[in-house]
């Protein structure tokens, strides 16, 4: 048995997978019906307890941990997991899939992942869209849970910690800068800022013919003796008012007038380099089926277009929209909130947007951007 205690004393109680250990983190939930090793792997999630709202999870198993010709996983989205538990209403025990090498369960023992199965999901995740993202931590033994004046507590010593308090991005990003070629010619260069980048943004770009030089997200672009035509931020996991280090380089990129790209955390970055604001949302945006509309230009105005693209998506804080100073226009928002989803430059050649065009998990209908991009390089 294992609890996952949430920070308002709620407590939800199940069978313990994956790990047996305690762990501690902020409770958000996905609602994809597919793509749980992605998710898993996506260092945005560090610091994080994921709960999957699809009800059956783990029946394709996990595929394996090698590496393609630049050295990155090839079928996974970052060379670890990065969330600190897993929370499912059913866990499949058995798997079947031609490219599946191990079980779920297997895969986050041996990774230290602790997991609990048998939760009502769906409660649990009414929950957190009526009150919003809590911390929460899983309890292997409920002996250290007790009620006490009608509220369950936790015994002394089991504290929960509050990730959103840590630099995230300096645990996730690269070390040192590393340089991938792609086959055949080579068309542009670009510096990824590795904030928690995943690796199908990096794929992304290598089949394009672009070569990429992945920094560290403190990267100080002034005193490197690299060659590029444009600059790229990265998703990543935690607030991005973190990243000062980040932002104090876009700000040099745009000041040179460098192309500049933002993908999700690096959304923010851009927004919070050219003065304006962020703020966290009540529970975020974690899923695949999110709707996002482009804005175009019409007759000098910003009006809304006629082209909606279905998008995947996994932040929990978002640019505020009456920040933006003069010449920065909102470039995509989201149709079922409102909420700004992309921004760009309205002469200058900087863009970002808040979800991911390189999807994996989800739809591919904003992979395109990647191309737009390019051609400002």
């Not at 994956?18 to 597919?34: C, I, P, Y």
């Not at 943004?201 to 013919?209: A, D, H, V």
């Not at 444009?230 to 000041?255: H, W, Y």
């Not at 105005?301 to 929990?316: A, E, L, V």
Request: charged share 25%; aromatic share 10%; proline share 5%.
């Amino acid at each position: 048995m294992a609890s996952l205690v949430l920070a308002d004393g709620t407590v939800f109680s199940g069978d313990s997978f994956g790990a047996l250990k305690d762990s501690d983190g902020e409770v958000v939930f996905n609602t994809g019906m597919a793509g749980y090793v992605e998710s898993l792997t996506d260092p945005s999630y560090r610091g994080q307890i994921l709960v999957f709202t699809y009800p059956l999870i783990g029946n394709y198993g996990v595929p394996s941990e090698e590496k393609n010709e630049w050295g990155f996983a090839k079928n996974l989205e970052s060379e670890a997991i990065h969330v600190r538990g897993v929370i499912v209403e059913q866990v499949s025990e058995n798997y079947s899939h031609q490219a599946a090498v191990s079980s779920l369960h297997r895969w986050l023992e041996h990774h230290g992942i602790p997991g609990i199965t048998g939760i009502d999901t769906r409660a649990l995740t009414k929950k957190l869209r009526e009150h919003g993202v809590m911390l929460g931590k899983i309890v292997q033994d409920d002996k250290r849970i007790k009620m006490d004046n009608g509220k369950w507590i936790m015994e002394n010593g089991l504290r929960i910690e509050d990730p959103n308090l840590l630099n995230l991005v300096a645990e996730v990003s690269c070390k040192e800068v590393k340089t991938y070629e792609p086959q055949g010619e080579v068309k542009k260069t670009v510096i990824v800022f590795d904030c928690g980048i995943k690796n199908n943004i990096l794929r992304s770009f290598l089949k394009r013919g672009v070569r990429v030089h992945r920094v560290p997200w403190n990267f100080d672009l002034a005193h490197s003796d690299l060659t590029y035509d444009g600059v790229f931020i990265s998703n990543g996991p935690g607030d991005p008012k973190m990243c000062k280090e980040t932002i104090a380089q876009i700000k040099r990129a745009l000041e040179k007038m460098i192309p500049v790209f933002g993908i999700c955390l690096g959304n923010q970055l851009l927004a919070l380099a050219i003065g304006g604001d962020t703020y966290k949302l009540k529970y975020g945006h974690r899923g695949c089926n999110q709707p996002c509309i482009e804005w175009k230009m019409d007759n000098g105005k910003w009006i809304m277009s006629d082209r909606c693209i279905i998008t995947s998506q996994n932040h929990g804080f978002a640019v505020k929209p009456d920040q933006l100073p003069k010449g920065w226009s909102i470039w995509f928002t989201n149709a079922n909130d409102g909420t700004v989803e992309g921004i760009r430059h309205e002469s200058g050649p900087f863009l970002s947007v808040q979800f991911h065009p390189e999807a994996t998990p989800g739809p591919e209908d904003a992979n395109y951007l990647f191309d737009e991009f390019i051609k400002l390089l």
